[in-house]
């Protein structure tokens, strides 16, 4: 019974420091704290830093540690920010091989049927030469070099007539046909574009061109085909466009669909797990090492995957996945400056994964398995457990909730720097889980410790943007309160020990 | 001269060096000490002796210096001491033997003997006096090693005796050991034993502590015997006796010690042929257990016993051979299997590998049949839990406050009751056990021993090492004896002789009965 007091007063010690920071925020800085976006912030930061603080958790309990962390929080960013990458394209877009301004030819990289005496043709992409608008009057055939340098592949050859002669020749860029608007409808939002267009959907762009200057990109809602043309109704203002406009449209390209991007991650990262579980029961590895090499391995990738350039989705997925970070469960609204209080969506999938955290930790005998071999691993083995199958689904646990809080984290920027993403988010998951109870040597641990020993974390860091204390002192303030937790907790449980030992 | 009353005076007209007066000392909720007497003699050997709990340890860490009584005064040499610290304990040539050593087995015989008081000189260790001082105490005690072996690589019994050897060095004059022979062999043993009658005729005094009551009876000058936290009794060189000691420990009559009974054997439970265990690849095993039968399984510590126990457990797979449970052939390749098999096993290291000591006991009783009891989808069946842990406390009779008492504060004696417990919620066809009442007090060791023949009775077959001549050829149906990884021979109940024992475990041949 004294044990579970034990956990029971933990819980309490955090819980009493929270709601103290708490008060005191609200009391000191009431509008900075207590309004409506700084909660929703504090409501956000709390679950995507929980999740890594309930992978890591799992990993602690099994006596081990997990440094990979926020790398894998990193490389999952990256990764479906490769796979749901958008790109547009014009549907009849052709390569071109080469452009002769002087001679008004260009010579595509391919032979193709789609583009006829009289086309208006945009050309544009070229690093070397302007965009220019060009009205086709004559397509022939040519031959231009293969692979081996032979000149027998075929190829299309335009002549044209709008290339301006002090063009610079090139040999890269894209055409693609224009098509004229017939007629413009502000009120309703729609453009009737000449031409049946039935691969052009909601979600695709159509880029609109004044041939005497200006262009306009927007996006398409919907389409009807109405007499061999097409009304396109749009998203976005219209009232630009007019009479005489060319429209290209461009086909919206994403690389994977997003629950089969959503799997590929979760599963990349459910190997990862593996890896890093197999190295441990098997090879004998200490887990700070694997996690470490872990830790430099998987940013390594990510900055490789990317070019070390900044990447992310933007707002594409405004209204689809990103949601399940930043959508918001509106509650109520107060008057200027509290605004309106929300619980995002992704604090809500939170505590959902707590709670099946915690039936799985305290009401399976999984759990009791993970708890026992994180005491002593060979007892445990003595007693009929397979220490290494679960072992390995501590690890598991770890990067597949380092991938849901890749996700959540993405989600939250517009986009991800893979140099510095992530950086030092293992430590606060382990601060976390450490505060909330986790002990180092294993076989301790509590989610619901985890989940308050985050908004800990949280509400410290908030209290030291919010009291402009200085930044510096970040890191110091949080060292300082992991410690001054750790020591309370061995000084209680010293005590307890005491008194239990003289009962017996 | 008659002396059995609690006054814990001394008995021959020796000198007495060390004298503890009405020692007390509470603990937040118990007295553990409660007005204890103690007596010593330059150059006598004093056992002490009584049940865990009986407050043996906190006496001795008393006479340590690792914690100060709450009453009563220590005097030596007629004066009375301050005992503050483990230092002072030192130096007033007080030295502590613990049983699991303190040595530091990465560093040399030398330099753990002066560990802490090197010899320096232009400020760096003086490794040559290091040398030539500690090869003095070495040979004080027999040792034949030269000062620059690594500990580790010494075996425990020779690692102890340069602990001896430590003590001496700082002129210990009251040596306490405390259980020093739990890990030694027999031969280990007698070679102790020549080392503490030589320091005895050297003048130094020791107090010996242990379970062991042979040993006790041969040692001792003088027997003291606490209970309950006080004195029980005392007991002279020539009173000493088997029973004497245990109704003076326990405080009754504790008949028919080893309860083994004639029993019905039924079908073959194990057969064990030409198994290879991986340590000793080069021997094959052939041997069976029938269901209700105890087999002693007796040798030298390093013939392989506890090897073998592991192979059949599956912790160290075999690597040939083959093993049958019920006549069913079994690839036993980790414990899962096996105590799927049906077989259990407690093993010889109860804290590191039969329990989880930080759980607590309805944890530890559970362990086992976890999966085997748990309801759909991996979830815990608390109720059954429940049940398994009840029963088995009551069957087994754990002294607990309740089932929630982590199994760290449990007697050593209770802790195995809780390790068996564990695998009897099981219902194992076959038990191994490895020295199942090591380092347990009388009263806990005699349960376990019915519980034994409670077993053998109800079918399980029973296979168990033990190093206590003693529980071998009190509990055996039959005992098979090992030697270097070999079984060098196997003893009928009538052919069960200490003589037999020792020449089959030393290599030699039976002699006919």
Redesign the interface.
């Known amino acids: ?4 007091i034990l956990g029971i007063v933990k819980i309490l010690g955090i819980t009493l420091l929270l709601v103290t920071l708490w008060m005191i925020l609200a009391f000191l800085v009431p509008e900075g704290f207590l309004n409506g976006n700084n909660m929703f912030n504090l409501f956000l930061r709390t679950a995507m830093y929980g999740v890594l603080g309930i992978g890591v958790a799992f990993v602690i309990i099994t006596s081990g540690i997990d440094l990979s962390i926020g790398s894998i929080v990193c490389l999952s960013g990256v990764l479906l920010s490769l796979f749901l990458s958008v790109s547009y394209h014009p549907g009849d877009g052709e390569k071109v091989f080469a452009i002769d301004p002087q001679q008004q030819l260009i010579v595509l990289a391919d032979e193709t049927e789609g583009f006829k005496s009289g086309d208006l043709l945009r050309y544009y992409g070229s690093t070397q030469a302007r965009s220019a608008v060009v009205t086709l009057s004559k397509v022939a055939s040519t031959k231009i070099p293969d692979e081996a340098g032979e000149l027998t592949a075929s190829a299309s050859l335009l002549q044209v007539e709008g290339l301006d002669g002090n063009t610079s020749t090139a040999r890269d860029g894209v055409v693609a046909k224009l098509y004229p608007i017939k007629r413009v409808d502000p009120e309703k939002g729609t453009v009737l574009i000449t031409g049946k267009h039935e691969g052009l959907a909601a979600r695709d762009q159509i880029r609109f061109i004044n041939p005497s200057g200006g262009m306009e990109q927007i996006v398409v809602a919907g389409t009807e085909l109405i007499d061999g043309n097409t009304q396109v109704s749009v998203d976005g203002d219209t009232g630009a466009l007019g009479e005489g406009w060319l429209a290209m449209p461009l086909l919206r390209d994403q690389a994977m669909p997003v629950p089969v991007a959503l799997l590929s991650v979760l599963g990349i990262a459910l190997l990862l797990g593996v890896v890093h579980g197999l190295l441990v029961t098997k090879i004998h590895l200490q887990p700070f090492v694997v996690t470490l090499c872990g830790l430099l391995l998987y940013r390594g990738i990510s900055r490789w995957l990317v070019n070390d350039r900044d990447t992310g989705y933007g707002n594409e997925y405004e209204s689809s996945l990103s949601l399940l970070t930043n959508g918001k469960f509106e509650l109520f609204t107060l008057g200027e400056p509290y605004g309106t209080y929300s619980i995002p969506y992704a604090f809500f999938i939170f505590i959902f994964v707590a709670i099946l955290a915690a039936v799985f930790l305290n ?4 759990g ?2 993970m ?2 071999l994180g ?2 691993v ?9 220490t290494d199958r679960m072992t390995i689904i501590g690890y598991v646990i770890c990067t597949v909730m380092g991938a849901l809080g890749g996700l959540f984290f993405l989600n939250y920027s517009d986009s991800i720097a893979p140099s510095s993403h992530g950086n030092f988010f293992e430590l606060y998951a382990i601060a976390a889980a450490v505060l909330g109870g986790c002990s180092l040597r294993g ?1 301790e641990g509590s989610i619901l410790g985890v989940v308050i020993g985050t908004a800990l974390m949280v509400t410290l860091k908030m209290f030291i943007n919010l009291m402009k204390i200085s930044d510096t002192l970040e890191f110091a303030i949080i060292g300082v309160v992991i410690l001054v937790g750790v020591v309370a907790d061995e000084l209680l449980k010293k005590a307890v020990a ?7 | 001269m008659q002396d059995s009353d609690s006054s814990g005076e001394c008995d021959s007209g020796g000198t007495t060096l060390l004298e503890c007066k009405g020692i007390g000392k509470s603990f937040p909720g118990v007295r553990a000490l409660g007005g204890v007497n103690l007596s010593l003699d330059k150059g006598q050997v004093l056992s002490l002796i009584g049940e865990n709990g009986a407050g043996k340890s906190t006496l001795m860490k008393i006479l340590a210096g690792v914690q100060p009584p709450d009453e009563g005064e220590i005097l030596l040499d007629g004066n009375p001491v301050e005992i503050e610290s483990t230092r002072a304990a030192l130096d007033l040539g007080i030295s502590l033997i613990h049983q699991e050593l303190n040595l530091a087995t990465n560093l040399s015989v030398g330099a753990n003997v002066f560990l802490g008081r090197e010899p320096l000189r232009g400020g760096l260790i003086d490794e040559s006096t290091i040398r030539k001082e500690s090869a003095r105490f070495l040979e004080m005690v027999g040792l034949d090693v030269s000062p620059d072996t690594l500990v580790g690589d010494l075996t425990i019994g020779r690692q102890q005796m340069v602990e001896i050897a430590k003590a001496l060095s700082v002129n210990a004059r009251v040596l306490i050991m405390d259980e020093p022979t739990s890990s030694l062999s027999q031969a280990e043993a007698e070679n102790l034993f020549v080392v503490i009658k030589d320091l005895r005729a050297r003048g130094v005094s020791v107090i010996y502590i242990s379970h062991r009551l042979g040993e006790v009876k041969e040692l001792s000058d003088h027997v003291t015997v606490m209970r309950d936290g006080e004195n029980a009794g005392e007991l002279s060189r020539d009173e000493v006796t088997h029973e004497a000691m245990v109704r003076l420990m326990v405080g009754r009559d504790l008949s028919e010690y080893y309860e083994r009974k004639d029993r019905e054997k039924g079908d073959l439970a194990l057969e064990v042929k030409k198994l290879r265990t991986p340590v000793h690849p080069q021997h094959e095993l052939n041997f069976s257990v029938a269901s209700g039968e105890i087999v002693a399984v007796a040798g030298l510590v390093g013939a392989g016993r506890t090897e073998m126990l592991e192979t059949l457990f599956g912790v160290t797979p075999a690597l040939g051979g083959s093993i049958q449970v019920s006549g069913t052939e079994l690839e036993l390749d980790s414990p899962i299997s096996a105590i799927a098999a049906g077989i259990a096993l407690a093993p010889e290291d109860r804290k590191q590998q039969g329990l989880v000591i930080d759980m607590t006991v309805r944890e530890n009783l559970s362990l086992a049949a976890l999966k085997r009891d748990q309801k759909k989808a991996g979830f815990l069946d608390f109720s059954k839990e429940k049940r398994i842990s009840d029963e088995m406390i009551k069957a087994m009779r754990v002294k607990t406050p309740n089932e929630d008492q982590v199994i760290r504060f449990l007697s050593g004696g209770n802790q195995q009751k809780v390790v068996l417990g564990k695998w009897l919620a099981m219902k194992p066809k076959v038990l191994l056990l490895d020295e199942p009442t090591r380092g347990i007090d009388v009263g806990a060791k005699s349960e376990i021993y019915a519980l034994m023949e409670e077993l053998a009775e109800s079918g399980v077959a029973i296979l168990y090492v033990s190093s206590e001549m003693e529980e071998v050829l009190g509990m055996a149906d039959r005992a098979l004896v090992m030697h270097e990884g070999r079984i060098t021979g196997e003893l009928t109940r009538e052919e069960l002789t200490e003589e037999n024992v020792m020449q089959l475990a030393t290599g030699g041949e039976k002699t006919a009965a």
């Open positions: 019974m004294n044990v579970k009401k399976t005998i999984y009791r398995y708890l026992a005491r002593n060979e007892a445990a083995r003595f007693s009929g457990i397979n076989g005491r008194r239990q030992a003289s009962k017996s």
